[in-house]
């Protein structure tokens, strides 16, 4: 599985990698990269399967999308990195660190919990596969059509930046609508693994998040015993765009800490 990826700070030593949510890329993350190079790492900031520029599959559970990450590492000759995930891509780091232990120096976890969600995405996955973009020659077209079914400007925004022009100019989505759609069980799941990991572990989230991750600390810390929380005022589960300096502020803290 090809992944597509983009890398700041090239020549620091210390590394990390960046793993974004479901309907997200690579691309959500270039400023929050850049800050994190200044602060001396290596940011190898990634598009997962079905997602951005990476390669497409029928199968998208957390175990592929952990094994994308582990052929990854391998190529790039990556050891001792922090790995931090957002939703989707925080689950997907999740099980990295459960299934592949040793291979992080520390685990940065962003808005989500090991558990099973019920979510609205796979509504507006339906509501995407329902459009034949063909049909349309511009983002705010489409926007249009939808607004009466995904009233929200916010999600209906982030949705479509996942519309792409191909080079005759014709509008094709970049994420694989069907194999998530497909998959979304898997997605809104998270699996029964009965490992427990010692990576230092870092849960960041938002106050007005729905995703309610302190209220799932048990269940994280029989999954990740070496685990702090950190909650961020007035934002909710996109908080590294909400409230981007508060964000920087504590997992630079957190990268910089030698706790164990």
């Not at 339906?126 to 020659?137: A, G, P, Q, T, Y």
């Not at 048990?218 to 702090?228: A, E, P, Y």
Request: net charge positive.
């Amino acid at each position: 599985m090809r992944l597509a990826y983009e890398i700041f700070g090239e020549k620091n030593q210390k590394e990390i990698l960046i793993l974004h949510g479901l309907f997200g890329s690579k691309r959500n993350w270039f400023s929050i990269a850049k800050a994190i190079a200044n602060f001396g790492y290596k940011v190898w900031v990634l598009d997962l399967r079905n997602h951005g520029d990476s390669e497409w599959s029928k199968n998208h559970t957390y175990f592929d999308l952990a094994l994308d990450v582990y052929n990854f590492f391998r190529k790039n000759n990556i050891t001792d990195a922090c790995l931090l995930g957002h939703s989707m891509g925080g689950k997907a780091a999740m099980l990295f660190d459960l299934l592949y232990p040793n291979l992080l120096s520390k685990l940065i976890i962003v808005d989500i919990a090991p558990v099973k969600y019920f979510s609205a995405f796979e509504y507006y996955l339906k509501v995407l596969k329902s459009i034949d973009l063909h049909l349309f020659n511009k983002r705010s077209e489409v926007e249009d059509k939808i607004s009466s079914e995904i009233e929200d400007c916010k999600i209906r925004s982030f949705l479509l930046q996942n519309i792409k022009f191909d080079e005759k100019g014709v509008l094709n989505w970049k994420i694989n609508i069907q194999s998530l759609i497909e998959n979304s069980r898997d997605i809104s799941d998270f699996p029964e693994i009965k490992v427990t990991s010692k990576t230092n572990a870092l849960f960041l989230f938002g106050a007005e998040s729905e995703y309610l991750v302190k209220s799932h600390k048990g269940c994280i810390g029989k999954l990740f015993s070496n685990n702090r929380f950190a909650e961020i005022k007035d934002a909710g589960h996109w908080v590294h765009s909400e409230k981007p300096k508060d964000f920087l502020e504590i997992i630079t803290n957190f990268l910089k800490s030698n706790y164990t």
